[in-house]
């Protein structure tokens, strides 16, 4: 698909947003076993379909697609388009790869939210689960001698636990973790940014909780 192709779009609908805001809205991926493996724009989701690379999936009848097919579909009303002088066209918020079949393995990110999800909101010296706004994260050894932010180096901690440590380890304030820190198990397929998940998507998404990562 050519860039004139995409300058041809005019203005879309007026219930949606300009064209160039839909073309940049998000399609998830599947690969060739229907597994989520990433997202992409609506703008590259085309281009791949009109080369032959993907084809688009109906969230309604999961039935797939090749560019001109996806094409002659009708379009409801209320439902997200863009169209050209010559082309109305839905847009597709699922495509499904046409070779490729991997997995691409993805690490748990060292976030915020995940130390808390893994101490599951819990001080790892007293035990206690005072609250998300009580709960800090506290490096095991203190960043001032050398300690890292990592899975391994930082805990959730009460303000209270927190206070007495002050600038110093466990063993010279007289602590005791309650067990040792580790990266969490768990083996995420897909990472998801806030915000942009879709009904559609529910099949095959089960779970996003990745925020920004943290900085070691």
């Known amino acids: 698909m050519s860039q004139q192709f995409f300058e041809s779009f005019g203005a879309p609908d007026d219930h949606v947003n300009s064209t160039e805001a839909v073309l940049d809205q998000r399609t998830l991926v599947l690969n060739r076993s229907w597994i989520a493996i990433d997202t992409t724009t609506v703008r590259k989701a085309l281009v ?3 080369r032959g690379m993907a084809r688009a999936i109906a969230p309604d009848t999961f039935e797939t697609h090749d560019f001109s097919s ?6 409801a009303s209320g439902e997200p388009a863009i169209h050209s002088i010559s082309l109305r066209i839905r847009v597709p918020e699922i495509i499904i790869l046409a070779l490729y079949n991997e997995v691409p393995r993805k690490e748990v990110v060292f976030s915020r939210r995940n130390i808390y999800k893994r101490d599951r909101f819990t001080c790892q010296y007293c035990g206690e689960q005072p609250g998300s706004e009580e709960l800090t994260i506290d490096h095991i050894l203190p960043r001032s001698v050398g300690g890292r932010s990592t899975w391994e180096n930082c805990v959730l ?4 636990c927190n206070r007495h440590k002050a600038n110093r380890t466990p063993d010279g304030a007289g602590m005791r973790l309650l067990k040792p ?3 969490p198990p768990w083996t995420p397929f897909l990472s998801l940014k806030l915000g942009i998940r879709k009904a559609s998507w529910e099949r095959f998404v089960s779970e996003r ?6 900085q070691a």
Do not use: G, Q
Request: glycine letters at 0%; charged letters at 25%.
């Open 209 to 214: 909780y990745w925020d920004i990562e943290l």
């Open 48 to 50: 791949w379909m009109y």
């Open 157 to 160: 901690a009460c303000v209270d």
């Open 70 to 75: 996806w094409s002659d579909l009708a379009i």
């Open 181 to 183: 820190p580790v990266r």
